[in-house]
């Protein structure tokens, strides 16, 4: 069995033998299963190097047994194409296979086939990254042409089908990606999920998420509030909730909320699973003021610090470890960690004292 994941859809194509098959085939049709089950590992650790390396030698295979023109060669090219394009990094060569994945699917399937959506979806994706990126120089406004085609076309297609979350999963995957229309298809995703699951599921949940990343200020954190009501005992909906934890924690801190950051703090480490480990690293912190004198000296450095992160995720008895060059930031590092916020530690339940986390913090005119 070969599957190809994509955005809320799983296409599925049967990897058999061909009719006239010999034993070199077969030998082929077994080199390339057991090449993407190991590519389908290295995807799911998130090892996209080797997964790409992977992915590379299963399409080679593919072609050599089914041609050009499969479902199977389309659905391979199509996962080559995500690897290559998993980074917020623009690819040319993740380009040039995304291109060449809806074209196979426009072969293989029909050029207003439900199936072109998904692979047209990623390559808008991918020239958005490089419109964004400005790295198509003189072809910059004929890119930006044929992405906005894509999107075009991509949402007739969808608008068409009789699979119910297709427009809902195209509108939710290209809001996030700086299009003028952005927020109104969030809007779009959110509304249509909400008509299809209802508003207490974890997909309309997620949208509603992606709509407030839209709002400032207040509204975005009565959007947030809302929307952690609505997940409470929602299946699959835990470390979403983490992250709107942190994210309210953030928005309250800004404003001077102390009680209702800490809760907020205090919440996402009850969420989170195992202990702190050593990259334990501050949700919230603001840049040091520059020491004067190191300004008029053109001095820059460094202040390693050692110190408690208390149970409400603040920050207690820093002390200096290192510094270079000694005592010129010591006391404006300091003042700044004094204001970083972590999430608390918890243990069996109740929030704990994390001693002996450290930070540096460093100074310089480049930063």
Known sequence: MFVGIAWGAIAIVTLSTPAHGNSDLFSLKRELEDTYIQYQQFSDQGDFPNAERLGTLALELGEQIYGMDHPNTAVLSFNLAKTLNASARFRWRGLRVAELAVARYRDV?????????????????????????????????????????????SERIAKRSNEVTLLADLYQNISKIGLRDSRRYSVEAEDLYEEIYGRKHVRTLIAAMNVASFKNGDAQTKAYERILRDGEDVEGFTRYQFALHQKLSINYLEIGDERRATEHLQAAGLLMSGDQDANYTPIYKKSPVYPRRAIVRGIEGYVLLEFTVTREGGVRDPM???????????????????????IPQVSNGVPVEVVGVTNRIAFSFNQ
Not at 138 to 144: A, F, G, I, V
Not at 325 to 338: H, N, S
């Open 320 to 342: 200096v470890v290192d510094a270079n060059p000694p005592r010129i930031f010591d006391q404006a590092a300091i003042d700044a960690v004094l204001q970083f916020r972590y």
């Open 109 to 153: 399937f029909g050029e207003n086939a439900d199936d072109t959506v998904v692979p047209m979806t990623l390559l808008i994706q991918v020239l958005a990254k490089g419109v964004q990126s400005n790295v198509f120089e003189d072809e910059q406004t004929k890119r930006h042409r044929q992405m906005y085609i894509l999107v075009g076309r």
